[in-house]
């Protein structure tokens, strides 16, 4: 083994060692039970984020777990081919050589597409692998592939036939860059420091007004009623009135609605129905009319009077608010902050617009999926989400699935040329095409992806893969696209399956700086994980993450904290080093405790290991595995490295000894489990160390039995007493630390004792010596305390350390009284300090709380000092 690890010659060694050997692949095999797991597919745009680390170790660590144990197992990975996203980045690509996409025909634009998808896309594709994922790479799919496009037409033509699919005019998200309608999830909503202005409409046929307040004076041109609230006595009298819509003309009816917020601006406000969603509600409470003023780029249309007609949105709110003022209209204007809906691709604010678009109605597709997850059949973790869910499935509205883009599946729709209210849906298009004109639209992105789990497996033909492999065992993905994604796929599962896409869903934390603000690329404060692969190693990255990373709790992430990660791989790395130093050549070390004559350590060590995998299993059956990551962790270090390696070197200075054979072969046995189940959190460095352990019986790390947890080996007894000579231990380095006796220099022990722990000094005298740096030990019922001797009170016991000739008493007695003035003084005039008002309500809080700590800690170390004084007198 090499002095020291180096992450990135054992990461690329053995990831080319397990594809070679196919280790990944998973066929349908009786014999065995099936495990499965569907990556969510990134955009094929995308590059690897610290999001995409979380979420996919997690989903590793779940994989190369039931691969362990004996499951067939099935990672599907794959790319989403992102209509927005991707066509937004081809636009930019053609634009770059001087091409303007409109004016390119479909065909010219999609050959473009797939030239671009060809040489940029599934880059993150290979940056998995950089990250160990385990995914079974033959099976990788990308949703506009053949089969997964005959796929989801075949959802479209089947929920069409079902009368679940219809076209009509609706208010949709609009991006006015792309001029198509954009999900909620493509909408990013932020803070806008702008404006409220106050507006007289006049009443019909007198002197009066009513004053409205809105942030989008230019929207007026299209209102078609004012409202109140019906509970608002200031306007109670007036509903039912009609009031006359300023630079219009067009007269509007007073009508009271409780959406109206009476707090807001005057607490009558302006409905317009074709650009508001909450308008549009009210107008279908009211049957009111809607008028559009805008056109697909957010210009003012034709429905708008002449003066402001092709104006751009900008400039119609300006000429709007101008001649508002001059014809005496303006009120008033307020500064205002509100938060606007931005689009993600096109960076401007999105338009609510009248489309005539394609829907899915979602009333009854939704039951069986909210039931599901009501009954517990799918449990989501945390289990808080299932809320979240419930609300929003209760409160569904039909979703929006057509887009005015050509990257994408086009709708599979056609209209006969001479009648196109006449329209063919299919999947092969009409038999005579060249009377027919299909739909330009595309698909929202959304509407391939729910089909995710059963389209990779060739659904809607039968398969061996399908009945084998479906429903998946869990998903893993991010709480911010539970409505768009996890949502509609267990309504997918539901309605072409009959069944549950998988059984258990966890939601992966948001990823935060040490700030809290979330990682995005606007901010920069995401990190690149390969410059951190290439500083901590990717096991380390892996490990360090998930050990931050609590179920159900955002993450403060730190690199810093990735240094834990680091330190761990290299504590195991030179563990591992120690333990094959003191291997005889050819050793096989193949134990049977059980009826070996064991002594306390090695009773101790295993059955600590044994409650270990315990812990370790039921964490993970929880979901919780940051909880695993810990119990694994505090294990190895503590248990295994800090006190079980430091008592076997004791035995392993006496090499032929029987009694070393069967430390060697405990010391052995405890490493290969530590190795098996760290292997999922960090399978480079597991597999690199049991490579130098494993018999010609074992296989490769990757494809070894999950260790079993043999609750015969569970020793209580040992445990305690082991806790005992701990303790003792721990006592006897605590007064050599607080007394600053050289590591050198050996010490005598004194026990006076009244009870009937003599056994542990006498059969454990050895060790205790060795990790103490004792010389020699007294035991006695009456022995005297001697002069100048430190004190430790263990259960029956009291130890005795005398000092003289292992420090300078004199010296070491002038050193403490001098820090014991210091600190009288610091401690006074922290105390003063705090105790002044003006420095309370003006420092900031946490100057406050390091100022109390810091109080804290100076009087605990007085304490001590002032002990320790006592006992040098």
């Known amino acids: 083994m090499d002095k020291v690890f180096k992450p990135a010659e054992v990461e690329d060694y053995w990831y080319q060692i397990w594809g070679k050997k196919n280790y990944f692949h998973g066929e349908p095999n009786p014999q065995k039970t099936p495990f499965t797991i569907v990556i969510p597919p990134p955009n094929v745009t995308g590059m690897l984020t610290m999001g995409h680390v979380l979420n996919n170790t997690i989903q590793d660590i779940l994989v190369r777990k039931a691969r362990m144990e004996g499951k067939e197992v099935c990672w599907i990975p794959g790319t989403d081919h992102a209509s927005i996203a991707t066509e937004g980045k081809v636009v930019e690509m053609l634009k770059e050589q001087g091409i303007d996409k409109h004016s390119l025909s479909r065909d010219e634009f999609l050959k473009h597409a797939w030239g671009w998808k060809g040489k940029y896309g599934g880059i993150i594709i290979q940056q998995l692998k950089k990250l160990g994922c385990s995914c079974d790479w033959e099976r990788e799919r990308f949703t506009m592939d053949g089969g997964y496009t005959k796929a989801v037409l075949s959802a479209f033509v089947k929920l069409y036939e079902k009368g679940f699919i219809y076209k009509g005019h609706r208010l949709v998200n609009w991006c006015p860059v792309s001029k198509s309608a954009i999900s909620q999830e493509e909408v990013n909503h932020q803070e806008v420091n702008g404006h409220l202005w106050y507006f007289k409409y006049p009443f019909k046929n007198s002197d009066e007004f009513v004053v409205v307040a809105t942030t989008r004076p230019e929207t007026m041109l299209g209102d078609t009623a004012v409202a109140v609230h019906p509970k608002d006595e200031r306007y109670s009298h007036l509903v039912g009135k009609t009031v006359i819509l300023p630079l219009v003309g067009r007269e509007l009816p007073v009508i009271a609605d409780n959406h109206v917020d009476p707090e807001f601006g005057t607490g009558c406000v302006k409905v317009t129905p074709a650009h508001d969603p909450n308008d549009f509600s009210m107008s279908e409470r009211h049957g009111l009319e809607l008028v559009n003023i805008m056109n697909e780029d957010a210009s003012i249309n034709e429905n708008a009077p002449g003066a402001y007609q092709n104006l751009s949105r900008d400039d119609a709110r300006k000429a709007v608010v101008k001649d508002l003022e001059e014809q005496g209209f ?305 294990f190895t270090w503590n248990d295994f490295c800090d006190w079980y390696i430091e008592i076997t070197k004791i035995h392993f200075r006496e090499k032929d000894s029987q009694k070393g054979d069967v430390v060697r072969g405990a010391i052995v046995h405890v490493l290969k489990t530590i190795l098996a189940l760290l292997h999922p959190y960090a399978p480079f460095i597991t597999e690199e160390l049991w490579s130098q352990f494993k018999t010609e019986k074992d296989l490769e790390l990757i494809v070894s039995p999950w260790p079993d947890y043999h609750p015969e080996l569970v020793d209580s007894k040992a445990e305690k007493t082991m806790g005992f000579l701990q303790d003792i231990i721990i006592a006897v380095r605590t007064i050599r630390s607080q007394m600053n006796v050289p590591p050198s220099k050996k010490a005598d022990m004194v026990v006076r004792m009244h009870g009937d722990s003599k056994f542990v000094l006498e059969k454990y005298g050895d060790v205790i010596k060795s990790l103490c740096g004792v010389r020699e030990i007294s035991v006695g019922e009456f022995l005297d305390k001697p002069p100048h001797s430190a004190v430790a009170v263990i259960r029956d016991m009291e130890i005795f350390l005398p000092l003289e000739g292992l420090i300078d008493v004199v010296l070491e007695q002038e050193r403490l009284e001098k820090r014991e003035a210091d600190l009288k003084v610091y401690i006074s005039n922290i105390q003063k300090k705090l105790s002044k008002r003006d420095f309370l309500s003006r420092a900031p809080k946490e100057v406050i709380e390091r100022e109390e700590k810091k109080l804290i800690e100076m009087n605990n170390e007085l304490k001590m000092l002032t002990i320790n004084l006592e006992i040098l007198q």
Not at 549 to 559: C, I, Y
Request: hydrophobic share 40%.
């Open 330 to 634: 303006l009120v008033k204007t307020e500064d205002y902050v509100h938060k606007v809906g931005y689009s993600e691709r096109g960076q401007v604010p999105i338009e609510f617009y009248m489309s005539e678009q394609w829907f899915m109605r979602m009333g009854e597709l939704v039951k069986p999926a909210l039931q599901a997850v009501a009954d517990g059949k799918i449990k989501f973790h945390p289990e808080y989400w299932v809320k979240t869910y419930k609300h929003w499935m209760e409160n569904i509205k039909d979703w929006c699935i057509s887009r005015q883009l050509w990257w994408g599946h086009q709708i599979p729709v056609w209209y006969h040329k001479e009648d196109p209210q006449k329209m063919h849906v299919s999947i092969e298009g009409p038999d005579d095409p060249e009377n027919w004109y299909r739909d330009p639209d595309v698909l929202d992105t959304w509407a391939s992806s729910w089909l995710w789990p059963l389209a990779v497996h060739d659904w809607p033909e039968e398969s061996a893969d399908l009945d084998y492999f479906y429903p998946t065992d869990v998903l893993v993905t991010g709480p911010d696209i539970i409505f768009f994604w996890v949502a509609r796929m267990i309504i997918a599962g539901y309605e072409f399956k009959s069944d549950l896409p998988f059984k258990d869903v966890y939601f992966t934390s948001i990823l935060r700086d040490e700030n809290g603000r979330k990682f995005s690329k606007s901010l920069g404060n995401s990190p690149d994980p390969f410059e951190l692969f290439d500083e901590y190693g990717t096991d380390a990255v892996r490990f360090g993450t998930m050990l931050m990373s609590p179920q159900g709790l955002d993450v403060l992430f730190s690199s810093n904290r990735l240094e834990v990660g680091r330190n761990f791989m290299n504590k195991l790395w030179n563990a591992s080093r120690f333990v094959l130093m003191n291997l005889k050549d050819g050793q096989t070390l193949d134990i049977n405790f059980e009826k070996e004559k064991l002594d306390l350590p090695e009773q101790w060590i295993l059955s600590k290991l044994q409650k270990s995998v315990q812990a370790y299993n039921r964490q993970l059956e929880r979901f919780h595995f940051n909880e695993a990551a810990k119990v694994l962790y505090d």
